[in-house]
């Protein structure tokens, strides 16, 4: 399995390799892939050292797989020329996730759409992944009218350079900025740029990808998403409104013997996710799981997973294991 890993040098670039080591990917060989800026670089996989190459001399390696994290732009330009060889892309970034021939996956609710055609696949994004682990089992049961959820995300969602821009603030230094404002002891929402309608990209993707993973077009979803300063991953408070009515401690059941869902839910212990604790973990958290008393067949969730494996490496990764295990690549 000769493996690219496109934007190697960023943020969940590194991840990337260090999931792939731990999930044991059957990496062969590896192709450290970035921009011109990073080529020559020296980057460390498995105790081996490797030099980081451009684009044009990884599509020309036709790799069996590439593993994207470069940014739309690139994506839009690189995966068709990557797919052209005959090497399968799973992009993390928004470029192909709206695109009516291309597949939008979360392994553990609708890999099943995949085919040896699929030579460009997507990533959702990371609040969307989270949400809909928690959300998928609960559809399967009870159907889903609608879904409010307001995000609390971490800086990692904006790279590398939000990171320093904290640092920096911590320290009383001045820096550069990645936000409008600082960022240390405050709450920023604006996540991504504001559309037409007064929402940002970052709410919209919750809205537009949740129809298309769950194959629901009916479901009603709205959205308010906020940088907050922390690093270690992102928080959802998701508020759903179901179809039929529920047991609270069915649900908690449910939940907990869903595959990727950890619940962590015990007011007696105050036990409940905490982006402190998700860190460095691939499952999603769920808890503060309650009944929302103000109306009918409507439930309160605390959703929390590091936004860099799960809603990124990780589940990049787990969908090309995906195609690994079905022998669709």
């Known amino acids: 399995m000769r493996v690219a890993v496109v934007g190697v040098t960023g943020m969940v670039g590194n991840v990337m390799l260090e999931v792939l080591a731990e999930h044991k990917f059957p990496v062969t060989e590896l192709i450290p892939v970035a921009s011109e800026k990073s080529v020559g670089k020296k980057i460390t996989f498995q105790g081996t050292e490797y030099t980081v190459i451009g684009l044009q001399q990884a599509v020309s390696l036709k790799p069996d797989l590439a593993l994207f994290s470069a940014g739309a732009t690139v994506s839009k330009e690189w995966a068709p020329k990557f797919a052209q060889v005959g090497t399968t892309v799973v992009d993390n970034s928004s470029a192909w996730r709206m695109e009516d021939t291309k597949k939008l996956v979360i392994p553990e ?7 040896k055609d699929d030579k460009i696949i997507a990533n959702p994004n990371c609040s969307t992944i989270q949400m809909l682990v928690a959300l ?15 995000t609390y995300q971490s800086i990692t969602g904006t790279g590398v350079k939000a990171v320093r821009q904290l640092e920096n603030e911590y320290k009383g230094e001045k820096g550069e900025m990645a936000y409008h404002y600082q960022i240390h002891r405050n709450a920023i929402p ?3 740029v504001f559309e037409d309608n007064g929402y940002t990209k970052e709410e919209m993707k919750l809205v537009r990808e ?3 993973i769950l194959r629901d ?14 690093v270690g991953g992102h928080s959802e408070a998701v508020n759903v409104e179901l179809k039929k009515d529920f047991n609270i401690d069915e649900v908690r059941i449910l939940l907990a013997q869903s595959p990727g869902i950890k619940v962590q839910d015990n007011t007696d212990t105050n036990t409940y996710p905490m982006p402190l604790y998700a860190h460095g973990k ?10 929302d008393e ?6 309160n969730l605390w959703v ?17 294991e995906y195609l690994i295990a079905h022998k669709l690549l």
């Not at 959205?223 to 922390?230: G, H, L, M, N, S």
């Not at 691939?282 to 009944?291: A, H, K, L, P, Y």
Request: glycine share 4%.
């Open 109 to 115: 609710i609708n890999a099943d759409v995949l085919t």
């Open 136 to 150: 998928a089992p609960l559809q399967k049961k009870y159907g889903i009218k609608r879904v409010v959820v307001s």
């Open 190 to 192: 604006h996540c991504d």
């Open 210 to 212: 949740t129809k298309k």
């Open 217 to 230: 077009d009916s479901i009603a979803v709205t959205a308010t998403a906020v940088r907050i300063p922390v």
């Open 282 to 291: 691939d499952d999603v958290f769920v808890g503060r799981i309650r009944r």
């Open 294 to 299: 103000s109306q009918p067949n409507t439930l």
């Open 304 to 320: 929390v997973a590091d936004n860099l494996r799960k809603g990124a490496a990780t589940n990049t990764i787990q969908i090309a």
